[in-house]
């Protein structure tokens, strides 16, 4: 994923620059081994716990994918590909996750 | 069925409102419409909360909304398969798709193949790209017509003969007409209005549906053990699991590939938000689970015993299910919200799918093999009106053709544009790979596609494969891709070395 001259800037500042993504692997974790959640009990209000347990995994899956947004956010102003990105190029600190 | 007089006054009511705002949008950020990108993609201006409407009604179609509880109804937890695939488009999106927008904004694409006619350069394995794309997406477009046909039979219309298409088809002229004069404008808007009807009616359903049929417990205790569950896998087959798992995550990487996501995307006004949307869509994939259970609900109301549903049920099959919980749960003028939340929902991604098809047609087939110094207004002015033919088309197979085969093309839809990932993923994050051999790998991969759906009678899109002695029953479509993906990595090299010149590939346009 390292594009052209920005990880010629710095070799560090090649695949580790992304370091968050690697969370993204979390919700195909969440439901990829049907075998885990194939099941009846523990009920949720009467609920199966194949289905709440498929709807609460929505809701993590949200919240890990927001997380690496803002993890890169804040890491720098993310990768140039917005006009609100055009500003300096960021600092090419490695581990400046802040 | 008689005519539910107060339901079709609201449902009739709100679809005016709705042709007025598809109208009115063209007025919206005004720009000159004749340029394809201010009609087919909005000018690439949409911020966070424009996407997200506009994707939101793009992805989850009314058929969605009709045909996943439908199958829930019928066969129970496979599904359910829904949920898992939607939790897992979105590290896709957030991955993939950022990338995409920034090279289609800076070289100007407009499709998925004008990306690959530049990254390739490649004219032949654009052009099935793009015939790909027409493909999957004319029956898709039918679909939201059986969608939007179920509601209005629901509401009493006589269905019989001519008479029975009327309906359906003002809905249609009125569709085409704000299509064409506002372009994707329309659909943006029209989304907005279509959600807010939509996550009213579901959040009303799953208070007031529970609490008259006595609480979800009641309502999961009236379904038979057997639907609750996928099947284990028994002896030498893994039963439901694979089939499952391969489903979610085979409709997961088909997705985005599909012309109308691609449109949705590309209006985004940058990557950043597509990303915000990557994680703020998962708001309609929560309430998309809880329509899904709407399939039990209406198993534990008992609504094929009701002999008001008879009629429906024969004609539409399980699809009916739905409608008819909605018509015995909730009150006359509530029901006609519901249908209107449905049928509008029809018009938002028949509308996107138009204008994906229209760029397409456009772009790469008129303005690549017919036309090549054709104007920017003269490109605007063919994709309005191919836009309209599409919609005709799409009228005509419905009236035409029994509606399996709608279903059945549909399904083979999907078995198709994955066909594209190689050529898009492997374009935006690598080099190695040689247009000719992706070209290959695309031929194999629909070829043995196909061939597999029809060994099912073309009515499922599930295929046992035997490895080792086990059955492995999976999605079609994610075993054809890998057979893709396999014909066109073995290739890329023995051609390089062949024809070093052939399929050479642009260097700039794999950067951002």
């Not at chain 2, 005004?30 to 793009?58: C, I, M, P, S, Y």
């Not at chain 2, 129970?76 to 590290?91: E, K, L, N, Q, R």
């Not at chain 2, 679909?143 to 309906?167: C, D, K, N, R, S």
């Amino acid at each position: 994923m390292a594009s052209g001259d920005k990880a010629a800037r710095d070799k560090k500042d090649g695949i580790w620059r992304y370091w968050p993504r690697f969370f993204l692997i979390i919700p195909f974790a969440l439901v990829v081994w049907p075998p885990f959640y194939n099941r009846i009990e523990p009920t949720l209000v009467g609920i199966p716990f194949f289905y709440w347990y498929q709807l609460a995994a929505i809701l993590l899956g949200a919240v890990v994918v927001m997380g690496v947004y803002v993890l890169e956010r804040r890491q720098d102003s993310g990768p140039s590909d917005g006009p609100e990105a055009k500003g300096p190029p960021p600092p090419a600190g490695p581990g400046a996750s802040s | 069925m008689n005519l539910n007089i107060t339901a079709t006054i609201v449902f009739v009511g709100l679809f005016l409102f709705v042709t007025w705002v598809g109208f009115v949008a063209a007025h919206w950020r005004k720009a000159d419409l004749n340029q394809l990108h201010e009609w087919g993609l909005g000018g690439r201006r949409f911020g966070t909360v424009v996407t997200w409407f506009l994707l939101g009604g793009d992805l989850y179609t009314a058929y969605t909304f009709i045909a996943v509880p439908a199958l829930v109804y019928g066969v129970g937890a496979m599904g359910f398969f829904a949920v898992p695939y939607t939790i897992m488009i979105y590290p896709i999106l957030f991955l993939v798709f950022p990338r995409l927008w920034a090279i289609a904004k800076k070289h100007g694409h407009v499709t998925a193949a004008d990306y690959i006619r530049t990254r390739f350069n490649s004219r032949l394995l654009a052009l099935a790209v793009a015939l790909t794309g027409l493909l999957a997406t004319m029956p898709y477009i039918a679909l939201q017509l059986v969608g939007m046909e179920v509601v209005i039979g629901a509401l009493g219309f006589p269905t019989e003969g001519f008479i029975g298409h009327i309906p359906l088809i003002i809905a249609f002229i009125v569709l085409a007409a704000f299509t064409y004069t506002s372009g994707l404008r329309a659909p943006a808007l029209i989304a907005v209005v279509k959600d807010m009807l939509i996550f009213i009616t579901i959040f009303a359903a799953i208070i007031i549906i529970p609490a008259k049929l006595g609480g979800y417990g009641a309502i999961f205790d009236a379904v038979p053990k057997a639907k609750l569950t996928l099947t284990p896998p028994v002896g030498q087959t893994l039963g439901g699991y694979s089939a499952y798992i391969t489903l979610a995550l085979g409709s997961a990487c088909a997705l985005f590939l599909y012309p109308h996501s691609m449109t949705g995307i590309l209006s985004a006004s940058s990557g950043r938000v597509i990303r915000r949307n990557a994680a703020a869509l998962s708001a309609y994939s929560f309430v998309l689970g809880l329509i899904a259970l709407l399939g039990y609900m209406a198993i534990a109301a008992g609504v094929d015993k009701n002999p008001l549903h008879a009629e429906g049920f024969a004609r539409y099959g399980a699809n009916f299910a739905v409608p008819a919980l909605f018509l015995d749960m909730f009150p006359s003028w509530f029901t006609g919200v519901a249908f209107a939340a449905v049928a509008i929902g029809a018009l938002v991604p028949a509308a996107i799918m138009s204008i994906a098809c229209a760029n397409l047609f456009t772009r790469n087939l008129y303005k690549e093999f017919w036309r090549r110094n054709c104007s920017d207004a003269e490109e605007a002015r063919v994709a309005k009106i191919v836009s309209l033919v599409v919609k005709v088309g799409a009228v005509l197979f419905i009236l035409a053709i029994p509606q399996s085969y709608a279903i059945q093309l549909q399904l083979l839809g999907g078995i198709w544009i994955i066909q594209l990932l190689p050529p898009i993923l492997f374009g935006l994050f690598t080099r190695g790979f040689n247009a000719n051999a992706l070209l290959l790998g695309w031929a194999t991969g629909t070829a043995v596609g196909t061939y597999m759906a029809a060994t099912r009678g073309f009515v499922s899109s599930i295929y046992p494969l035997e490895f080792w002695g086990i059955t492995i029953p999976g999605y079609a479509a994610l075993y054809s891709v890998v057979l893709n993906v396999v014909v066109a990595a073995v290739l890329s090299p023995v051609f390089d070395r062949l024809w070093p010149s052939a399929g050479a590939l642009d260097q700039t346009s794999n950067r951002r």
